[in-house]
């Protein structure tokens, strides 16, 4: 049995552009298609709200953005054991993220992924129902379930 200590606190945001569609990012140190919305880490002493502006900026280049919805729970995923001893040392078995959806206010010229370390190599607006096909399939339950929390927002705008 796991307990919350074997998965790394995380955030996860569902980024909206003002058409309804969502940012996912191509990531640079995965071979092949995958694709991603912008997640990662809580530092110590910052809050999800924090960290969730922190990661669109040090992602995406920018977080002029409006947080629209937190999810109710947090939501975990398990990394394949073949990734496990790569990512983070070994150390958790996947992570527990609280995930945001957020509307982009700014324009796309705006998006910037030549950050301090980057972490995706192209990037795309899609319809947010794509997104389960376009992400690694260790993730794609939790990405239904994303979408399934913030389906009001998604289809009513």
Do not use: C
Request: without cysteine; charged residues 30%; proline residues 5%.
């Amino acid at each position: 049995m796991s307990s919350s200590a074997d998965y790394r606190s995380g955030v996860g945001i569902l980024l909206l552009n003002r058409a309804g569609l969502a940012f996912v990012g191509q990531r640079i140190d995965y071979p092949g298609e995958a694709w991603q919305m912008p997640q990662g880490g809580i530092d110590r002493g910052e809050t999800p709200r924090e960290a969730a502006l922190r990661e669109l900026k040090e992602e995406i280049g920018t977080n002029n953005t409006e947080i629209l919805a937190e999810s109710e729970s947090w939501f975990e995923y398990d990394l394949p054991e073949e990734f496990r001893q790569h990512v983070w040392r070994g150390r958790y078995r996947g992570q527990r993220q609280k995930w945001f959806a957020m509307r982009f206010l700014g324009q796309d010229r705006e998006i910037d992924l030549a950050t301090h370390h980057p972490e995706f190599s192209a990037w795309k607006w899609v319809e947010p129902s794509a997104l389960p096909r376009l992400i690694v399939p260790f993730k794609r339950r939790l990405y239904a379930d994303v979408l399934k929390e913030f389906g009001s927002l998604i289809d009513g705008g």
